[in-house]
């Protein structure tokens, strides 16, 4: 997620190389390119390579959600293999009869309305202790 709201902030600005992210969030540059790897598969970011490469969103920072991050580097949103999205998995022989599965539903229902709800823009602008540091 900070490699996504590191290119948010830099939107704009051309393509921003993994190692310029991996020193301003002091993350492993190996890391991030397996990241950005999945991300690509996503349709999430763009590369270029060469001289003056990087990643740039593929997208307006608005038009990226943290829940669109999450499944492209995490897979479906399932607090429990019984509620996750997309087709129903019954696996379970408890699951007709669960007393729990609807505490598992309204969770991946919280969770997923919660990543949906943020966008790149808004977390890319500069928090109230960043914007302390800079003023």
Do not use: F
Request: glycine share 12%.
């Amino acid at each position: 997620m900070r490699l996504m709201v590191d290119l948010a902030r830099h939107w704009g600005q051309g393509t921003v190389s993994l190692h310029a992210v991996a020193e301003r969030e002091d993350l492993p540059e190996a890391y991030l390119e397996q990241l950005v790897a999945a991300l690509r598969k996503a349709g999430l970011v763009n590369g270029k390579r060469g001289a003056g490469g990087g990643y740039i969103l593929a997208r307006e920072p608005r038009a990226i959600t943290a829940g669109d991050v999450v499944r492209a580097l995490e897979g479906p949103i399932e607090p429990q293999i019984c509620t996750a999205e997309g087709d129903p998995v019954l696996n379970c022989v408890r699951e007709q009869d669960c007393g729990t599965r609807a505490v598992w539903l309204r969770l991946q229902t919280s969770i997923a309305s919660a990543l949906d709800g943020m966008n790149l823009a808004e977390l890319a602008r500069p928090t109230r202790r960043e914007g302390a540091r800079s003023g």
